[in-house]
């Protein structure tokens, strides 16, 4: 790869500069804004002819983020763009991966489809794989996943004592134990049932036998917060001290850190999503595998 050109689109503008330290890429220049009726102007301000060209956005709140980064990849094409890749810290629309009742949207599968047409290749940071084995199931381009744990389990070795890794629910189990080998922790996974989007009873089988400890919950995803509060109240009625919460995406819909804050001793994430609680540097991962792309 020549020495690329990187783009920030809205709402991950925070994340270009160490994105190109980590790539010795130069940053590109972008004019975004609303029209009064609410249509996106997007002008490409720097010269990207038979350049490699990244696209940084991160998707959260990915609808109001998907039409500009369109209009800038089909524009990037015109302007001359011989190469056009797409770095997304935190990949949207995985959770509807089937059809749950009749005549719903595999959105899933859409939302891979349009990002397929417009792009070259994409690098990811632990995309929600559910039932789907890989993204190249439903993504048409060479596709990069980032893993987060070794970061997350080197976070927690260097700041937490004697900790007790806790993962949300038995799908994490594998994962919890990853980070929880690499940071030399035990780890108990919750049993949770659900009743609702926010209604949820946990139980932490054998946590009694790790008093001693202290109790890290991990999760790649945090959006409601709730489970994770659930956790939080049910290790206090055990008698731990309030426990560390480590995530990988902080997307935090609503008031829920401030929630969270409520049950925990601190909150910490990747910045994966530009969020006041980022304090695990993903982008210098995220360059070495830009840095393998097609």
């Known amino acids: 790869m ?6 920030a689109l809205p709402g991950s503008e925070a ?13 590109g220049a972008l004019e975004h804004r609303q029209f009064p009726d609410g249509e996106t102007y997007l002008r490409i301000e720097s010269d990207v002819a038979d350049r490699h060209v990244v696209l940084l956005s991160s998707l959260d709140r990915p609808d109001a983020k998907l039409l500009p980064l369109l209009f800038a990849a089909d524009t990037l094409r015109e302007l001359g763009a011989l190469k056009l890749g797409l770095v997304a810290p935190y990949l949207a629309y995985m959770r509807q991966d089937v059809r749950f009742h009749p005549g719903e949207a595999v959105t899933s ?17 632990d995309p929600h794989l ?37 993962g949300p629910d038995m799908e994490s189990e594998q994962w919890v134990a990853q980070v929880a080998a690499d940071a030399d922790a035990p780890f ?57 919460c480590v995530v ?13 804050g409520g049950y925990v001793g601190r909150i910490v994430s990747t910045n994966t999503i530009v969020h006041t609680s980022n304090d695990i540097d993903m982008m210098p991962v995220i360059a070495e595998a830009v840095r393998n792309a097609p």
């Open 248 to 260: 990988v995406h902080p997307l935090f819909a609503g008031d829920a850190a401030q929630v969270l």
């Open 2 to 7: 020549n020495r690329p050109i990187i783009f």
């Open 109 to 125: 599968r859409t939302f891979a489809a349009l990002l397929s047409r417009h792009l070259d290749w994409m690098v990811t940071v």
């Open 188 to 244: 108990l996974v919750c049993e949770k049932v659900r009743s609702g989007d926010r209604e949820v009873t946990i139980s932490i089988p054998n946590a009694s036998a790790f008093l001693d400890r202290q109790a890290v919950l991990v999760d790649d995803i945090a959006s409601s917060g709730r489970t994770l509060a659930v956790a939080a109240r049910q290790l206090a009625s055990m008698g731990f001290a309030p426990p560390d």
């Open 15 to 27: 994340l270009l500069q160490a994105l190109c330290t980590a790539l010795d890429a130069e940053p």
């Open 130 to 166: 559910h039932r789907y084995h890989a993204l190249a199931e439903i993504y048409r381009i060479p596709t990069q996943v980032v893993h987060a744990a070794p970061l997350l389990a080197a976070w927690i070795k260097r700041n937490v004592a004697r900790p007790l890794i806790i």
